[in-house]
């Protein structure tokens, strides 16, 4: 079964670090591209960083050089380091795998998703 589901979410100030993590992706893990997305209030659900199963990452350019993806194959999880975080990067955040070799930052191309996790920041 594949159920992903997000954790590491919260409230941090200005600057600060988060760290995202992600598991439940079952045999997917190890043959999908897998991604974060963020959505806002008020804004269409965007593509943030994408990891294919070879290792090849994307991002997008509003996180380029602050956020990381990154997978832990012996625990089969996917994480996100966050850091430099600014209030635009308050949104729920979403984990997702889809069966293309190569990862992208659209969510068609994406067929399985957790629940999200919420990140707050604050000036």
């Known amino acids: 079964q594949v159920q992903p589901v997000e954790s590491g979410g919260g409230s941090v100030e200005t600057g600060g670090s988060l760290t995202l993590s992600c598991t439940g992706f079952g045999y997917v893990y190890s043959q999908y591209s897998l991604a974060w997305f963020r959505r806002s209030p008020g804004k269409e659900r965007e593509g943030v960083a994408g990891i294919g199963h070879d290792g090849f990452t994307v991002y997008a350019n509003s996180v380029e050089g602050r956020f990381t993806i990154s997978k832990d194959n012996a625990k089969n999880t996917l994480y996100l380091q966050m850091n430099s975080l600014i209030s635009e990067d308050t949104a729920m955040y979403y984990c997702?795998?889809?069966?293309?070799?190569?990862?992208?930052?659209?969510?068609?191309?994406?067929?399985?998703w957790g629940q999200g996790t919420q990140v707050s920041v604050s000036s």
């Open positions: 997702a795998a889809g069966p293309y070799g190569v990862p992208s930052l659209r969510d068609d191309e994406y067929l399985y």
